[in-house]
């Protein structure tokens, strides 16, 4: 009788654990259920975010290279339509030489308007105190340096009503020496632009 009643005791146990088990396994099915719709839609989130990341990033690497090889090209052109002012400046006045000097003069002056807006960009994109900026106000600076000795002969001409005159050896001298400065601070400014470009990877 005594061995029954362990027997029975023994069954008991067993049925209580078994009982337990099954519990405990059907809150832990119904918690994960409850919380799956919630962390699928928190890892959905999560993803979204990330490619929307990544996305992002690419657009604002993608446009700022656009930017700086955008500025490039124009510092480069008004470079080159100011090397061939410099060269009309120095010939002989005459009526052809007279009209295509203004056509250059009026191109040189609007890519310099260019280049002062890329400045301004590049300003409100990277701030003053960037390499690239500075680098690029540095170019506008001798390039303008470059440029006032053609600037005052012009304003003479038309102030005086006479042919333009032509540069004298202190103009030339400024002029060569300031080409020289702006070429540097132009690849200055490519290397900078390279250097940023190249550390801003897009993904």
């Not at 001798?142 to 000795?149: G, I, M, S, V």
């Amino acid at each position: 009788m005594a061995a029954c009643r362990r027997m029975v005791r023994h069954d008991d146990r067993w049925m209580a654990d078994s009982t337990t088990i099954a519990v405990v396994s059907v809150s832990v099915a119904g918690i994960t259920a409850l919380a799956t719709p919630p962390l699928t839609a928190w890892f959905d989130e999560r993803k979204e975010s990330r490619r929307f990341g990544r996305e992002r990033l690419i657009r604002d690497v993608t446009e700022l290279r656009a930017l700086l090889d955008d500025a490039l090209i124009a510092i480069s052109e008004a470079f080159y339509r100011h090397s061939k002012l410099t060269v009309e400046w120095g010939l002989d006045p005459g009526a052809n030489h007279t009209d295509l000097f203004n056509d250059l003069f009026n191109d040189v002056l609007a890519k310099r308007e260019s280049m002062v807006l890329f400045k301004t960009r590049l300003e409100t994109r990277l701030g003053p105190g960037d390499a690239v900026t500075q680098a690029y106000d540095e170019a506008i600076d001798l390039f303008d340096e470059a440029f006032e000795p053609i600037v005052d002969a012009h304003v003479a001409a038309k102030m005086g009503g006479g042919p333009l005159s032509r540069p004298s050896e202190k103009d030339a001298f400024i002029i060569t020496q300031r080409k020289r400065d702006m070429n540097a601070a132009i690849k200055r400014f490519s290397e900078e632009a390279h250097k940023l470009a190249g550390f801003q990877r897009a993904p």
